[in-house]
């Protein structure tokens, strides 16, 4: 069974930084897609970031390009999530995701597994 952490959510003051980790467990992920998304209260989940397997091809919402940067540590089976000059509109839970069903969109949220999500909350 496959399980996806993730860590390092919490609060910090607009202009602030914070890294989340996604580790995955119960199976290798070196061969998958992964994402990360978010969702605030009230409204629908949405990307944030993909990355392909070999981390050279990513995606960003353009909410996020130049703030945040998506990586990833194969032999550590962990996805990172860098988020730099936080702003409060960035405050929501944060989930990653991992092995995009085959077919589906490079910028849509088909994937076969996910975590529980972690919250960030940006103060101003």
């Known amino acids: 069974q496959v399980r996806l952490l993730e860590s390092g959510g919490g609060s910090v003051q607009a202009g602030g930084s914070l890294r989340l980790s996604c580790a995955g467990s119960?199976?290798?992920?070196?061969?998958?897609?992964m994402g990360w998304f978010l969702q605030a209260p009230g409204k629908e989940r949405e990307i944030v970031a993909a990355?392909?397997?070999?981390?050279?091809?990513?995606y960003y919402a353009d909410s996020v390009k130049g703030r945040f940067t998506a990586s990833r540590d194969n032999a550590k089976n962990t996805l990172y999530l860098q988020m730099n000059s936080l702003k409060p509109e960035d405050t929501a839970v944060y989930s990653c995701?991992?092995?995009?069903?085959?077919?589906?969109?490079?910028?849509?949220?088909?994937?076969?597994?996910w975590g529980q999500g972690t919250q960030v909350t940006v103060s101003s």
């Open positions: 995701a991992a092995d995009r069903v085959y077919g589906s969109s490079w910028y849509g949220d088909q994937y076969n597994y």
């Open positions: 119960g199976r290798t992920l070196n061969s998958v897609t």
């Open positions: 990355i392909g397997v070999s981390g050279l091809r990513t």
